[in-house]
């Protein structure tokens, strides 16, 4: 299987613009991404997909390889499938690009799951990592997810889910991360779908999946990197870097 990690970068995010070009110790926050996604070598090729010059200009001056949107996108997963429309491609791994510290074991423990028998009916897959902190719970930048017992995703949510309605449980919660692998033919079929309600509400774009009838096969992971969303998580990963 040829498997590709395509990583979407827009400069003008709405929470923290011009997120992915802050400095985090020697390096901006778009080449931590790209370079930590590349040293994984589990991937045929690596590319930064943009709408921006200054990211795209980045990447390629310091040796890396990027693509530049040719449309407008309201999601990465939509920008990504433009870019793979025409290549030879059965896996692709989507690294968002405010995720500087990609490893390798996440990442491999995501593409296992399209291995096998039963990894053939996987259409969708994402990391989870178990929250334990109440102000991570509580806030609404840090996406949560609801799992079956198989762990296919039953409800994404900047909300806290499970609600603790008996006091007496104590349920766990797991933080979404933004880190997708897809058949190809899934995510070209997530692009021709309109944006759907949920997924408009709570802009959390693997909604569409869920509301077409696509469960997610979700993956625990002990990540407990930083995603960079807002100038405390920079501190943070400043800290943590």
């Known amino acids: 299987m040829k498997k590709i990690a395509m990583i979407p970068a827009r400069y003008a995010a709405s929470r923290f613009p011009g997120k992915l070009m802050q400095q985090l110790g020697s390096k901006t926050v778009i ?18 997909v943009t709408d921006s010059d200054i990211i795209f200009k980045e990447i390629t001056s310091n040796g890396g390889k990027a693509i530049m949107s040719i449309r407008q996108h309201e999601s990465g997963s939509d920008r990504i ?13 989507n690294v968002q690009g405010d995720e500087p510290f990609v490893q390798k074991e996440p990442l491999q423990k995501l593409l296992a799951i399209f291995d096998g028998e039963e990894g053939k009916n996987v259409q969708v897959a994402s990391l989870m990592q178990v929250l334990k902190e109440a102000q991570f719970i509580n806030d ?5 997810v609801a799992v079956n017992k198989n762990m296919d995703s039953l409800m994404f949510s900047r909300s806290v889910i499970p609600y603790q309605r008996d006091q007496s449980i104590t349920p766990i919660y797991y933080e979404h991360i933004g880190v997708y692998a897809f058949r190809k033919n899934a995510l070209m079929n997530f692009t021709n779908w309109a944006i759907t309600p949920l ?14 009838g696509i469960a997610l096969k979700m993956v625990v992971t002990q990540y407990m990197g930083v995603e ?13 870097l």
């Open 31 to 48: 080449r931590h991404t790209y370079d930590n996604t590349l040293a994984t070598n589990l991937f045929d090729e690596v590319v930064v």
């Open 81 to 93: 499938a433009e870019a793979v429309a025409e290549m030879d491609v059965e896996i692709v791994v």
């Open 140 to 144: 609404a930048n840090y996406v949560k």
């Open 199 to 212: 997924e408009a509400a709570e802009k959390i774009e693997c909604l569409r999946y869920l509301e077409n």
């Open 228 to 240: 960079i969303d807002t100038p405390e998580d920079l501190i943070r990963a400043a800290k943590l």
